[in-house]
């Protein structure tokens, strides 16, 4: 993409609306913008980045054993009634009426949609276990939308719903989606860590939050110091093997991690004191097993192996997509701007040319920026006619992990500069070498 073209309104000034690092950036480097409270748009940058995290998670869905599916987002009240959830969900709940006057809404989560159309096709033990999981809109008409994409009120999140027909298969399958998490967040270069959770509206008896510290998170968070340096990435798992993936799941919840709803004073101080966390955290994903608390009222039930009628037990699992394209930012920036890991970066490398007519340094960014893109790299050529300073420092802002950066002066001694922004560190290349490294 040649900056000259693209459409990334960035600003020079700081917005005053915005109150933390996260949302500030996403303003100033023009990746969103606000429509209504709680209610983005999202420009081309932006958009960029929440499709590669919406990538992640989906191949990480995957191989886990969970199927896509795209349930709609406006549902019927009555759904909603036969689970009890209609009053229960309060005003958070934007409630619509359509033209024949019939009470529809706009989901803020999908259990009772995917109950019912589980309930209508699967009616054998045969069937099960199944995971079906979308990433959709959802609409929570929250009392303070705050934190830009942190805390939106309309907000991209994937949810799955587990079945199974009895307690140890559906533990299995929160397990799955547990470590199927680990996973995800690694790949996006954070660490998550799962912490014993309440289950609000949801309901349920057994959930995990997955957090990322972070000062400016909402929730307050009490874990185990140890957590902090747990390697996420771990093997290769096979998740059809129940003690391999339960084995994980104890490893992570051997220690004491809790939210602030669920923190247990005394069992905290049992830890060492200089083992003790406590800390703000973010919440990017959450997992529930609530058993029957779905398909019973809506009448999700199987034959089981023995022509008994069974009522399936059932899971829910989310992860905030669009929140976590602030969270990530939140994890990692400095003064200059956002530094993303490079599997969510929305371009892989900046080209920086200094001097836009001067013949030889168009000849070699243009060249770069061609052979970059044919490695598939995702280059970002600035070639625009603008002081090299504010072009330099527009480029950190927007934060690709790599830029190479073609000025005059290198040029005349052959080489171009290579910078990492995460370190900062800078490597004077020929402009072949440089390609190579970029593409190593
Ligand atoms: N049905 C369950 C799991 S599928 C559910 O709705 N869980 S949740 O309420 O915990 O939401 C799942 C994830 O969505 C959260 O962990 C959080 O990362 C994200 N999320 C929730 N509310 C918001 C919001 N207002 N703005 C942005 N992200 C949100």
């Avoid at 008409?141 to 140890?168: H, N």
Wanted: charged fraction near 30%.
């Amino acid at each position: 993409m040649r900056r000259s073209q693209l459409f990334l309104p960035t600003l020079k000034e700081t917005p005053a609306e915005a109150q933390i690092v996260s949302h500030r950036l996403m303003m100033r480097a023009g990746m969103v913008r606000q429509t209504s409270a709680g209610i983005y748009a999202w420009l081309p940058m932006g958009f960029r980045v929440l499709k590669k995290i919406e990538q992640i998670v989906r191949e990480e869905q995957d191989r886990s054993g969970a199927q896509e599916v795209l349930m709609p987002t406006i549902q019927p009240a009555d759904l909603w009634r036969q689970s009890g959830r209609y009053d229960d969900y309060g005003k958070e709940m934007l409630r619509i009426k359509d033209r024949h006057d019939r009470d529809m809404l706009f989901g803020p989560t999908n259990e009772e949609m995917i109950t019912e159309i589980f309930k209508a096709y699967v009616k054998s033990y045969r069937d099960l276990p199944k995971n079906l999981y979308h990433i959709q809109w959802k609409f929570r008409d929250e009392v303070r939308p705050r934190f830009g994409v942190m805390r939106g009120r309309e907000f991209l999140m994937k949810d799955a719903y587990s079945f199974d027909l009895d307690y140890p298969s559906s533990r299995h399958a929160y397990n799955k989606m547990f470590v199927a998490y680990l996973k995800t967040f690694a790949r996006m270069g954070l660490k998550a860590i799962p912490m014993q959770a309440d289950t609000g509206p949801i309901g349920g008896d057994l959930s995990h939050e997955f957090i990322i510290l972070a000062d400016t998170g909402e929730s307050q968070v009490f874990c185990h110091k140890d957590y902090v340096d747990f390697d996420v990435s771990g093997q290769p798992i096979d998740f059809d093997d129940v003690a391999g993936v339960q084995k994980v799941v104890e490893r992570w919840t051997s220690l004491y991690a809790a939210t602030d709803e669920k923190h247990d004073t005394a069992a905290f101080e049992k830890i060492p004191a200089e083992k003790r966390v406590t800390a703000r955290g973010i919440e990017v994903g959450h997992i529930f097993h609530f058993g029957t608390k779905y398909s019973e009222p809506l009448g999700a039930k199987v034959t089981g192996p023995n022509g008994d009628i069974v009522t399936v037990l059932m899971g829910s699992y989310g992860i905030g997509v669009s929140r976590l394209v602030g969270g990530l930012i939140e994890a990692s920036h400095d003064e200059a701007g956002i530094i993303w890991p490079e599997a969510v970066s929305p371009w892989g490398v900046g080209v920086v040319n200094l001097k836009v007519g001067d013949g030889e340094c168009d000849k070699v960014s243009g060249d770069l920026y061609a052979k970059l893109g044919n490695a598939g790299r995702e280059p970002l050529y600035d070639d625009r006619d603008e002081r090299a300073g504010s072009k330099l420092a527009d480029m950190d802002l927007i934060g690709l992990p790599w830029q190479v950066i073609v000025g005059p002066r290198g040029l005349k001694s052959g080489v171009v500069e290579v910078k990492n922004r995460r370190t900062g560190e800078k490597q004077e290349l020929s402009p072949e070498a440089a390609l190579n490294r970029l593409t190593a």
